[in-house]
């Protein structure tokens, strides 16, 4: 399968390094310092005052988010990692060869571990376990240095892994560990015992009174409080969520108020779940244990925790976020004890942040947050270049959804494909060579031949990326087809399907299995869907709410676009309000736009209005679905320094809630119904895709205009009437045409872009209605029309123009397609004069060869200058000269045309021939044909002379 590639880009782990571990859990807040350490061998010879140096030697600093280590000294920077890393998990608890339970046996392990907890040295150190047991000496009454049994094993790692490894389930269920912990208790007789309900354990002999002076602190008489926001998650999915405050006193143990909270008496009834979020994160559930099961704890019969397990006790949201079994009300709240200070340390937390976590589940969610505009983005329809896309990569996004969802790490493997290499060109390319000293790339190649670059392979890359569940069960596989030329675009572009396709998932949990095997297809992935089932099966229940959200966004768009093609233009804009003069410059597909937004929620008749988000600078990219789909047909209407205001339908409310940071304004107006969402947009700047860019930097006059001037010219000569553009786009020739007098009397312009047309339709109405003026050029012009359709499909209203036009179209279309519209167009539309450019491939070289390609590429990726790129990330194909050459001598051939060769930018008898290359077709015979009546464009917009 891999034919002399690169390896996979992510191996499956087998055993981790302690460093990757690290990387883990703390990602980049895992912070390494190596620093050398020279041993001096002084101290042997004490008689030479000069100190002699001894081997260099590296000792590292690991900084982690709560404490940090210092290893020893080492040969090797990487030794000195590996061993700070080391002793960084040692003080976490974690032992990375636990998947080996061969070292020790547990239940040896269990008491040994527990009476360290509970002896004098555990008490005074700083572990975020032993702040409960000092905060159980402040307790009062028969509660006085009772340590509730549920927080033993889920704030000491070490306890939590000896748990883990005698039942794997207890990772989900911490209930488990309550039965389990009860079977090692009497091991620990004499030292230790439990309360009477079963629930605690304490110490039998008291610490000593210096030792208990020492932690505990003595400010009782007047007790400090504070007040710590956090979150009630009822049980029922009816109930809404809702903040409420913990008022914890300093001599309080935090947990018996919580406990009081959920309605029980002290902290032996809460169990704690596993931390949510973030790694350094002591955002935690509470709840508490079912009454059922507590009963049969303090009777000393240990049931099989599944019988309590009645679905209705489940609480669905609470489980589904922390991927713990929770039943009956919890409470979401950041408190805890630290590693760095006795003291408890707690962060509010509010409605805002737990829908944040609640959206960042589903992959255009993550987006969103990534985005940093949850109610503006959408994810993306395809990865395009790594410079136009803003946010987390659809890799770093992926990595973080299997994250979330306890699933192991997505597994790319990036597959190379040398046979697609072109045969190395003869003699006069030499080869790039990549500099040691750094990226630069260093071009071998005199000046004699104008700083060209060869072509250079076509090698190709495909990524397969495949998700185990955490027991590595194969649980969804992706393998795209299409090649792409650099490998990350490879990896992205499949990270992102699969996104896209979790995304329908999630859209619609209970979607048939066979839908979803479909829309499996044409993402070329393949899935198992019981332990699809398994895995996500509790968000069934939770995301309900995102089932109407695909609706809406489709009603949105379609409403918008019928109001732009319909309508006169002059009320074209009915819902959205366009203001500020037109300045030309406006954004076209492939285009970064920035803007700067605000959006509001507000009431009917705008009595209430609200800011849910805003962004003084939002950057996307237009055309690639980087953000919902009627901002982005608002914004293709606009120019720069225009503003606009338009009203949306009201996405799902959690999505709106994830975004307002003041909820409990939004709250009541969300309920009260009738709301919708008003944006007000300025669009600030837009930057050209890079083709444009460089037609326009490298040509004077710009690539695009020496076009128009080509075809001017042969208008002129043929003394045409008609004329016909065939994927007219934004119609930038058709403007030209406009501005200039020539002998026209009918312009067609046709494309299957809505939004091209739409620009068309606006860029062309003010100067038509120009002409009537006697001093406007084009008097002659009776009718200009645009059309809605396929030019790979006929339709008699273009039949037998004078002129028909095809700039930089046919690259846009599969190959194929391309073939077929050449066939088309001259057998059936048979025009007098067709022109055909498109850009010829041999000249890239000299464009990526110039600075300005350069500076958008990607510094760190030496493969881009080696391989020959296209000029757009919207080409299917570019053809070299020899290609193109065959496909118009052809077509000429088969339909009686004559065909010549010509170009603009460049020239033809040097080397590498014209920037653009265009064949001329001229009808050999008079087309007499009889067409049938075929109507199958749609007409967007007409003008005419007598209206
Ligand atoms: N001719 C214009 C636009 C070039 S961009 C110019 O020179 O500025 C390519 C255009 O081809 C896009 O607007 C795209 O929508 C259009 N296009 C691609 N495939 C098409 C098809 N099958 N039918 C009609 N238009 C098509
Ligand atoms: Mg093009």
């Not at 608002?634 to 809630?657: C, D, N, W, Y």
């Not at 396929?790 to 179209?809: A, K, P, Q």
Request: charged content about 20%.
């Amino acid at each position: 399968m891999e034919t002399g590639g690169p390896p996979a880009v992510v191996s499956k782990k087998t055993s981790l390094t302690p460093k990757a571990i690290i990387y883990q859990r703390f990602g980049e807040q895992a912070c390494y310092k190596v620093e050398e350490v020279q041993e001096s061998t002084q101290n042997e010879c004490p008689v030479l005052a000069i100190p002699q140096k001894g081997p260099c030697l590296y000792r590292c600093c690991l900084q982690l988010p709560e404490f940090s280590v210092v290893s020893e000294t080492f040969k090797k920077k990487k030794e000195a990692e590996q061993s700070a890393a080391e002793m960084a998990l040692e003080k976490l608890g974690i032992n990375p060869k636990t998947d080996n339970p061969a070292t020790q046996d547990p239940w040896d392990a269990l008491p040994a571990r527990l009476s360290y907890l509970f002896s004098n040295e555990f008490l005074s150190c700083l572990h975020p376990l032993s702040g409960h047991f000092r905060a159980a000496l402040q307790r009062k009454g028969h509660l006085y240095g009772l340590v509730p049994i549920s927080v033993l094993s889920v704030y000491d790692a070490k306890l939590g892994g000896l748990f883990k490894s005698i039942n794997p389930k207890v990772e989900s269920d911490p209930l488990l560990i309550m039965s389990l912990m009860l079977k090692v208790a009497p091991r620990l007789a004499g030292s230790v015992s439990t309360s009477e309900d079963q629930l605690s354990m304490q110490r039998e002999n008291p610490y000593p009174p210096e030792i208990i002076q020492t932690v505990v602190n003595q400010q009782s008489s007047s007790p400090e409080t504070i007040l710590i926001g956090a979150i009630r998650i009822p049980c029922s999915n009816e109930k809404t969520v809702e903040p409420l405050a913990l008022n914890v006193a300093s001599n309080d143990y935090y947990l018996d108020v919580i406990a009081q909270e959920l309605g029980f008496t002290d902290a032996s009834k809460v169990l704690v779940s596993r931390t949510i979020g973030k790694a350094s994160s002591e955002m935690r559930l509470y709840f508490c244990a079912p009454k059922s099961y507590l009963g049969d704890l303090s009777s000393g019969v240990l049931c099989s925790t599944e019988a309590v397990y009645s679905k209705e006790s489940l609480n669905k949201r609470a489980s589904y976020l922390s991927g713990h079994l929770i039943h009956g009300e919890a409470i979401l709240a950041s408190i805890g004890y630290k590693w760095k200070s006795a003291d408890l340390s707690f962060e509010d937390v509010s409605l805002h942040t737990y829908y944040r976590i609640l959206i960042g589940k589903i992959p255009s969610g993550l987006y969103k947050l990534s985005r940093d505009a949850v109610i503006a983005a959408e994810l993306p329809g395809e990865f395009t270049t790594r410079s136009n896309w803003r946010g987390s990569s659809p890799r770093d996004l992926l990595c973080t959804f299997c994250r979330q969802h306890r699933l192991s790490e997505p597994v790319f493997s990036a597959i190379s494909n040398p046979l697609e290499s072109l045969p190395e060109s003869s003699g006069s390319h030499k080869k790039l060579k990549v500099s040691e000293s750094g990226n630069q790339v260093i071009n071998e190649i005199g000046n004699d031949d104008g700083g060209r670059k060869p072509v250079g392979s076509r090698e190709t890359f495909r990524c397969e990326v495949k998700i185990f569940s955490r027991c590595q069960d194969l649980i969804i596989e992706c393998s795209p087809t299409k090649p792409f030329k650099k490998q990350n675009d490879a990896i992205q572009n499949a990270a992102l399907k699969v996104l896209s396709w979790l995304n329908k998932y999630f859209k619609k949990l209970d979607m048939p299995i066979q839908e979803l095997t479909s829309y499996g297809n044409v993402l070329d992935i393949k899935f198992d869907s019981e332990l699809l089932l398994r895995e996500f099966a509790l968000g069934i229940s939770v995301f309900t709410f995102w089932q109407s959200m695909g609706a809406q966004e489709g009603s949105v768009l379609e409403s918008i676009c019928i109001n732009q093609l319909n309508g006169k233009l002059g009320d074209q804009m009915r819902h959205i309000n366009i203001e500020g003069p037109d300045s030309g410059v406006s954004p076209s597909n492939g285009s970064l736009v920035c803007i700067v937004y605000s959006i509001y929620l507000v009431t009917e008749g705008e009595y209430m209005k609200e800011l849910i988000e805003s962004s003084e600078e939002f950057e996307f990219e237009i055309g690639s679905g980087s953000v919902i789909s009627c901002l982005e047909s608002v914004v293709t209407q606009m120019s720069v320094g225009q503003s606009a205001r338009f009203h949306m339908e009201l996405p799902p409310k959690e999505l709106i809630l994830a975004s307002a940071c003041d909820s409990s304004r939004i709250l009541p107006l969300l309920t009260s119904g009738g709301c919708s969402l008003e944006c007000s947009i300025t669009l600030l700047r837009v930057t050209e895709p890079l083709e444009d860019r460089m037609e326009q930097a490298l040509f004077t006059p710009p690539l695009s205009k020496q076009r128009v001037d080509y075809a001017l010219q042969q208008i002129k000569e043929s003394c045409a009437t008609s004329l016909v553009d065939f994927g007219c786009g934004s119609g930038s020739l058709l403007d030209s045409l406009l501005a200039l007098p020539t002998s026209l009397e009918k312009i067609v312009g046709v494309d299957i872009s809505q939004k091209g047309l739409a620009r068309a339709a606006k860029i062309l109405h003010p100067k038509l209605s120009a002409i009537s003026d006697a001093t406007a050029p084009s008097k002659v012009i009776q009718s200009v029309l645009l059309y809605f359709g396929s030019i790979t499909v006929f339709d008699s209203r273009l039949y037998g123009f004078d002129i028909g036009t095809c700039l930089e179209v046919i690259e846009h279309m599969e190959e194929d397609q391309a073939h077929l519209f050449g066939d088309m167009v001259l057998s059936s539309f048979c025009p007098r004069i067709l022109i055909v450019s498109t850009p010829n491939y041999e000249y890239n070289v000299i464009l990526q060869g110039s600075n300005l390609q350069s500076q958008e590429e990607d510094p760190d990726d030496k493969t881009q200058s080696q391989s020959c790129k296209f000029r757009n990330h919207d080409h299917k194909f570019e053809w070299t000269r020899e290609q193109f050459g065959r496909w118009a001598s052809d077509l000429a051939a088969r339909h009686n045309y004559s065909v010549e060769f010509s170009g603009v930018g460049g020239a033809a008898n040097t080397e590498p021939g014209f920037a653009s290359q265009i064949a001329l077709f001229r009808r050999e015979e008079e087309c007499l044909k009889n067409v049938d009546v075929t109507h199958n464009y749609e007409v967007i917009w007409e003008w005419s002379s007598n209206t």
